[in-house]
């Protein structure tokens, strides 16, 4: 389980044709943002359950210096989605033109991110450079992954007959076979589109007004005007102050405060030599209060009642870190379940380091292809409530609650980290797993991704909200935990429930390792 290291740069992404996209771009000259984009078109071809040009992002870009620059590129709910609208419903849909009711935000996060990056460097490459592979992969169609194969075959029932997924995604009828071409010819003519026109033409050019037919043509609550009302916006991210250094990650509508809480949480622990029963427990027992804090306060940010960067204040943390029973799990209710997502991360010569996250929430999101473009449609929409009392009441030109966040560290040693994961509810029970085992407990980095994980909540298909471990943790381990009252399941030794993590390290004398996650198609691509 070694990583890999090299001298002038790094790539990682859960497919490895995303990997090698970045890679191309680094080697010539271009940016860690650059790359990224690069790899972001490719993963949206070669990934599709996964994500999309139809779905958001978020970055978390650190400069060689300086402070960190957060990047919001989520939609906000269309202007016709409102109370009224959904009131024959107790629920939001997860499927559906009805649940296709957010913009999606990640091309225009694409754009404010190839801003930030001229700023930084004074340079750029050309956009259709960066799109070559991706249209390419479209065009002339890439092999179907397992992952895409059992996604498809597992959720058939439920989406072969939604607005153009059938046509998009099934192969007479039936899902793909895993290794058969998978080829996208509307989506490659939408991303040379956007290769000509440029990335504003998704939101106020001719490309916004074929997405704004097709959405009326399906009856999508998302118009026009939403879509050239929309703009990526530049955030501050929240920062943790950790023993081992500076730790970011996304403000709201992101769960970032989770993330950061649970390193806060059990930075008060004792890690460093914990086994993996005890670093187990101790995690999920942050976890547990972590998520408190997130359905308390987490919403659209212009909705807050809290200043959120208060509450990773060291008396805050270290007052929930009491609360952490070394010797009885505390009841658990319920997460927000999972959630379909790539993690990417790059980083380049001159330091320049990016974290970056790009989702549909659940796999395929809405089922919702919208017509000739090949795009299909997120369902992030499905985290409003239609309780108009809810914190996250569903209201026109709101953002929804998200569960991205990409992560990033300046350890004390001077190493730089940038880390994620997919998964929903699993994302921060990742990054906490990977954080402590590498920077605390000194696992080295691959290894630190590849040993087994554990996932409390749900996974696709399943009610329960129990704790998961996957089926490598010793029969001791899994003992002990029920021991402390939690309600374990075991699942296969690697167990893509777990999601798809992986990180990459800048070490002071300036060489890069990266590594990533089995569990997927990945790849740690340095040159």
Request: charged share 15%; net charge negative.
């Amino acid at each position: 389980m070694q990583s890999n290291v090299s001298t002038h740069g790094m790539a990682v992404a859960p497919h490895h044709l995303a990997s090698q996209s970045a890679l191309s771009v680094l080697r010539e000259g271009g940016s860690a943002i650059e790359a990224m984009v690069a790899a972001a078109a490719t993963i949206a071809v070669v990934y599709p359950h996964m994500n999309s040009l139809g779905g958001d992002g978020f970055w978390l870009i650190v400069p060689p210096e300086g402070e960190p620059i957060a990047i919001d590129a989520s939609g906000a709910a269309g202007s016709l989605a409102t109370l009224a609208a959904y009131s024959d419903l107790a629920t939001i849909p997860h499927r559906g033109p009805r649940a296709a009711l957010t913009v999606a935000g990640t091309v225009s996060g694409w754009d404010e991110a190839l801003k930030v990056s001229h700023e930084l460097t004074g340079k750029a490459l050309p956009l259709p450079r960066l799109l070559t592979d991706a249209i390419d992969y479209a065009q002339h169609g890439t092999p179907v992954t397992l992952s895409q194969a059992t996604a498809t075959a597992d959720k058939l029932a439920e989406l072969r007959d939604l607005p153009g997924f059938a046509d998009t995604y099934l192969h007479n009828g039936q899902p793909p076979k895993a290794g058969s071409r998978f080829r996208q010819p509307a989506l490659a003519a939408t991303l040379q589109r956007l290769a000509e026109e440029g990335l504003e033409s998704f939101y106020r050019g001719p490309l916004a007004e074929s997405l704004a037919r097709g959405m009326a043509q399906y009856g999508l609550p998302v118009t026009r005007e939403d879509l050239q009302q929309h703009r990526a916006r530049r955030t501050t991210p929240l920062h943790l102050q950790h023993s081992q250094g500076d730790v970011w990650n996304l403000a709201p509508p992101t769960q970032g405060l989770v993330s950061l809480a649970i390193l806060g949480i059990t930075d008060r622990l004792a890690m460093g030599n914990a086994d993996d029963a005890a670093t187990v427990h101790r995690i999920v027992e942050a976890t547990k209060l972590a998520f408190g804090l997130r359905d308390t306060h987490i919403t659209d940010p212009r909705h807050l009642k809290t200043d959120i960067q208060s509450l990773l204040a060291a008396s805050e943390l270290q007052a929930l870190a009491n609360r952490v029973d070394e010797r009885q799990a505390a009841p658990w209710g319920a997460g927000k379940g999972p959630g379909d997502t790539v993690w990417m991360g790059v980083m380049d010569n001159s330091g320049l380091a990016v974290s970056f996250i790009q989702s549909i929430y659940h796999e395929f999101g809405s089922g919702v292809v919208l017509p000739d473009t090949g795009i299909v449609w997120q369902n992030r929409g499905a985290s409003f409530s239609l309780n108009p009392d809810h914190l996250l009441a569903l209201a026109p030109g709101k953002q929804p609650f998200h569960t991205l966040n990409p992560a990033a560290a300046r350890l004390h040693d001077g190493r730089v980290m940038v880390y994620g994961s997919m998964g929903g509810d699993g994302q921060p029970q990742t990054q906490a797993a990977l954080f402590t085992r590498y920077v605390m407990q000194g696992v080295p980095l691959q290894e630190s991704i590849s040993r087994p994980r554990w996932l409390l909540g749900r996974t696709w298909g399943q009610t329960s909200d129990s704790l998961k471990l996957e089926g490598r943790f010793s029969p001791e381990t899994v003992a002990r935990l029920r021991a402390l009252g939690h309600d374990v399941d075991v699942l296969a030794d690697f167990s893509e429930a777990m999601g798809h993590a992986g990180a990459i390290v800048r070490h002071p004398d300036g060489l890069f390792e990266g590594a990533f996650d089995p569990r997927s198609n990945g790849s740690a691509a340095g040159f």
